[in-house]
C-alpha cells in the first residue's frame, strides 16, 4: 500500500511538472483600421509590427477582415508566428483575411469586441477610424477601472497622443483612485519594434 501511495503520488509530481514545461501560449490582439491596401504606409508599419509580436514568441489576434487587421497577421505568419481572427455576423460583406490560423466567430460587433478584449494578453492600437477609437477607449476604461486585470497597452505612432493626452488632463484634473491616477496605462510607441518590446517586458 505505501508503494502505491508512492507511485500515485510521484505520477503527479510528474503531471504538475509536464505543466510547468508547457508554454502558456501569449496573445496580442491588434486594432485598426481596415481601409489600408499592400503599399500603403499603414498596412506595411502594421504588417512590420506583425513579424516583431511573432519574432517575440507572441499569437496575434486581430479582426479579421482586410487592412491593419490582414496587414498584422500577414506579418505574424511570415514570422511563423500563430493567428487569431474573431468575426462576426455583423459584418456581412466582409471576408476573413488568408492569413488567419484561427477564427473565432461572434454574431454581434458587441460580442466581437469584448471576444477579442477577452483573448488578450495585451494590447496594440494602430491608426484608426471610429471603430478602433472604440475599441481603444473601451480598453483603456476597462483598464482604467480595474475591470480586468492590469495588461499591457501600446498605441503605435503619434496618431493617438493628442487624444491620450486630453484625456489624461480630464483623469488627473480631479482626485481618484482610478488607475490612470496611480500612472499611464497606455504607452505611446514610436515604432512597431518598440510596441513588441513593451509588450515583451510586461509579458515574459
Not at 499603414?42 to 514568441?57: S, T
Not at 483575411?97 to 469586441?113: C, F, Q, S, Y
Request: glycine residues 10%; positive net charge.
Amino acid at each position: 500500500m505505501p508503494r502505491r501511495r508512492s507511485t500515485a503520488r510521484n505520477a503527479s509530481e510528474r503531471i504538475e511538472n509536464a505543466k510547468t514545461h508547457v508554454a502558456e501560449e501569449i496573445i496580442v490582439t491588434v486594432f485598426g483600421s481596415s481601409r489600408p491596401r499592400e503599399g500603403d504606409a499603414d498596412y506595411e508599419e502594421a504588417r512590420v509590427l506583425g513579424r516583431a509580436l511573432a519574432k517575440h514568441g507572441f499569437a496575434v489576434c486581430s479582426g479579421g477582415y482586410a487592412g491593419v487587421m490582414e496587414a498584422v497577421s500577414r506579418g505574424g505568419k511570415e514570422a511563423g508566428g500563430k493567428t487569431y481572427g474573431v468575426t462576426a455576423a455583423f459584418f456581412k460583406s466582409a471576408k476573413l483575411n488568408k492569413w488567419i490560423d484561427v477564427e473565432v466567430h461572434k454574431e454581434t460587433w458587441e460580442e466581437r469586441l469584448f471576444e477579442l478584449i477577452r483573448m488578450a494578453h495585451g494590447f496594440v492600437a494602430c491608426k484608426g477610424g471610429t471603430g478602433t477609437l472604440v475599441e481603444l477607449a473601451v480598453v483603456w476604461e476597462m483598464l482604467n477601472k480595474s475591470v480586468m486585470r492590469r495588461k499591457p497597452f501600446a498605441v503605435l505612432g503619434e496618431f493617438w497622443r493628442p487624444i491620450l493626452e486630453r484625456v489624461r488632463q480630464v483623469e488627473l484634473g480631479h482626485h481618484g483612485s482610478w488607475g490612470e491616477a496611480n500612472g499611464r496605462l497606455v504607452h505611446v510607441a514610436d515604432s512597431p519594434g518598440e510596441a513588441a518590446q513593451h509588450l515583451l517586458r510586461s509579458l515574459k
